[in-house]
């Protein structure tokens, strides 16, 4: 017999409606993304045609959906003991029962259908851990990556209920194994409204055992509800409650965002679809024109930031692969990774430029985007398609895929960190140098920030009063040198020209590595206090944060990092918070690792923050650090 099945607590921890799975994919483009991922974790690339990913919104006779008078009950009995707990009765909670109750008590219920055609199905029976259909509906957070897909921690799944307004889900489908259909809540834990006892979170529509301590999913065709019943083979899953205004654009724009390159290498295709009828397609045939059309309407409702980092650079990364320079990507070996490719396109004459390169891996879809000043009129995609090299990184990314970093992985070791530092970083000198090997100059000469003379004293003049801040980018001429405004308490001229002219030791350059330099510091990049220029971890001093009140600041560019020089006139201690400065304000930044060139060794650093530093009186304390960036910065200390 079908019904809505919520285990017995039997003791365990009772769970509130706040799931954290749900709440990380709350955002707008999360639905879409995090689907089109899972469809193209399950895509047959043997059949030799693309997954074709349907978005379809079906308002639902309320008579048609599974269990509901039961699913009302469940909902009231929820409501009443989470309500009851709350201190005076509200919050978002006394919203989402509101909403859920009068949709299901109404005549229609929008559903969202997410349906997928040239894909597995979902393989596996109820009892198969490591089959795909046992991980959707009944693992949780189990790390893992199908094919050459995305997901690897298991908790995408939870992103279609954040969008639905009931958190509840259905799912049919058919595979070689045959029909499937179930449908999962994600709720609180509550007494039961017909035996009283508390249940989980989570529940089942599906087949309940007699003794009603268990289930199994309803695979008779015949039990299936027509409606959901699959004709071909793939999957169905169905968003009940799905409220959203503009979904057909949002859908658009985050599947043209994320999986432009899938699309134009005719993996995937996407069709939005409004009961029963087609309104839109999108595969690599009008690619262009879907992107074009995107790019329009995201500028007149986006903030320009915002416009240029999203569909306004995608114009252009579509460009990079579909008409790179030189009609080929550059390539370079990178140890662990093996091949990696990088699409250039140029139009230098072109304003609307972003400046930008996206990072991708095999399954074409992008990871994170960064700014580049290095070249003007360009737009770029770094593409990982190696077996390896793909599931190195996908081990890298965190749960919303949207970035590269060693502290997204789990359980490896520092030595495994440390070695994923390096090979992010290569990644990250691959691109740079092909930046300036088109760029046709040697910018390794530059070692000053950009218009730095603008704001900060020469070097000759490091015991004028310091002046926070440098400026945020270059004027994007090709040249070598760069012009500025130098401005200290008593007198402001123009100056040209780099500063600085000795290149100091780099983290990149062989035999100027700090970690093969003479010294006590560990090499670890934490610090031991032994040597390594810390103080006692109980003086209050080193926890107070330097101020530009006190310490003169300078920041070049160095090699692949940057050298700060401090000076004070006073004996102090402190930390030292770094920021970027851009046209808009001052951001955080990565500090990867910190050298110092006294001690000769690495200081402790905790992301924008260098930890433990100690300034002697008229002293100057140069500092080599490396930052997470992919564009260079305009450093600034806070205070």
């Known amino acids: ?83 009851e707990g709350l201190p005076d009765g509200t919050g978002n909670e006394k919203k989402f029962f509101q909403t859920a109750l009068s949709l299901l008590q109404g005549k229609t219920i929008p559903l969202l259908r997410i349906g997928d055609e040239n894909t597995s199905g979902l393989l596996g029976g109820d009892d198969e851990r490591r089959k795909p259909f046992f991980r959707l509906l009944k693992g949780q957070g189990a790390s893992s990556l199908q094919g050459d897909g995305g997901g690897t921690y298991g908790i995408g799944q939870r992103a279609p209920f954040a969008h639905s307004a009931l958190r509840t889900v259905l799912y049919s489908t058919k595979s070689a194994d045959g029909f499937a259909f179930i449908g999962k809540s994600i709720l609180a834990s509550f007494p039961h409204p017909h035996h009283g006892e508390m249940t989980q979170s989570k529940g089942w529509w599906c087949d309940t055992n007699p003794d009603g301590n268990g289930w199994t999913t309803v695979r008779d065709p015949g039990q299936i509800p027509s409606r959901f019943l699959r004709k071909v083979t793939g999957t169905d899953l169905w968003v009940t409650g799905f409220i959203s205004d503009n979904w057909e654009q949002s859908v658009r724009h985050s599947v043209l965002r994320h999986f432009f390159a899938a699309i134009a290498n005719n993996q995937l295709i996407i069709q939005l679809m409004k009961d029963g009828i087609v309104t839109s397609r999108i595969d690599s045939t009008n690619l262009s024109d879907e992107l074009i059309k995107a790019a329009d309407e995201a500028r007149k409702s986006n903030r320009k930031k915002e416009y240029m980092e999203g569909l306004g650079s995608t114009l252009y990364f579509h460009k ?89 992985t789990r359980q490896w070791s520092k030595e495994q960190k440390n070695e994923a530092k390096k090979v992010l970083s290569d990644v990250r000198k691959f691109v740079r140098d092909t930046l300036q090997e088109v760029r046709g100059a040697n910018l390794e000469k530059q070692q000053d920030i950009p218009f730095l003379g603008r704001y900060l004293p020469a070097e000759d003049d490091i015991d004028d009063e310091a002046v926070q801040g440098a400026a945020s980018a270059r004027s994007g001429e090709d040249s070598e040198e760069e012009s500025g405004v130098r401005r200290t308490r008593n007198k402001q001229e123009v100056v040209t020209g780099t500063a600085g002219k000795q290149l100091p030791p780099t983290f990149t350059d062989k035999g100027g590595d700090p970690a093969l330099l003479d010294g006590d510091g560990n090499g670890d990049g934490n610090g031991d206090g032994n040597g390594s220029g810390h103080v006692p971890k109980n003086d209050e001093s080193v926890k107070r944060y330097l101020s530009p009140k006190k310490v003169r600041f300078r920041a070049f560019r160095s090699g692949d990092g940057y050298r700060v020089v401090l000076q004070s006139d006073e004996k102090i201690s402190g930390r030292l918070k770094l920021r970027s400065v851009g046209e808009t304000g001052l951001f955080d930044v990565d500090v990867v690792r910190v050298f110092d060139e006294k001690t000769k060794s690495f200081l402790d650093s905790d992301r924008s923050v260098i930890n433990n530093i100690e300034l002697e009186a008229g002293v100057r304390k140069n500092l080599y650090i490396e930052i997470n960036m992919d564009f260079e910065l305009a450093l600034a200390m806070e205070g």
């Open 1 to 83: 017999m079908s019904d809505w099945f919520f285990p017995k607590l039997s003791g365990g921890e009772e769970q509130g409606l706040n799931d954290a799975g749900v709440e990380i994919f709350k955002k707008e483009d999360s639905l879409a993304r995090e689907t089109c991922q899972n469809i193209g974790d399950v895509w047959v690339q043997e059949s030799g045609l693309p997954a074709v990913a349907t978005f379809e919104l079906v308002h639902l006779p309320v008579e048609e959906f599974p269990g509901r008078d039961r699913l009302i009950e469940i909902l009231q009995s929820c409501r009443d003991y989470v309500l």
């Open 320 to 408: 990079a692969i579909t008409d790179p320079m030189n009609g080929k990507p550059f390539t370079r070996n990178i140890p662990v990774l093996g091949e990696v490719k990088l699409y250039l396109y140029r139009d230098s004459k072109n304003k609307d430029m972003p400046n930008r390169w996206a990072s991708m891996r095999k399954p074409r879809i992008i990871v994170e985007t960064a700014g580049s000043t290095i070249l003007n009129g360009f737009a770029a995609v770094l593409i990982c398609d190696t077996e390896h090299g793909n599931k190195y990184l996908a081990e890298l990314e965190g749960p919303e895929h949207n970035r590269w970093h060693p502290e997204e």
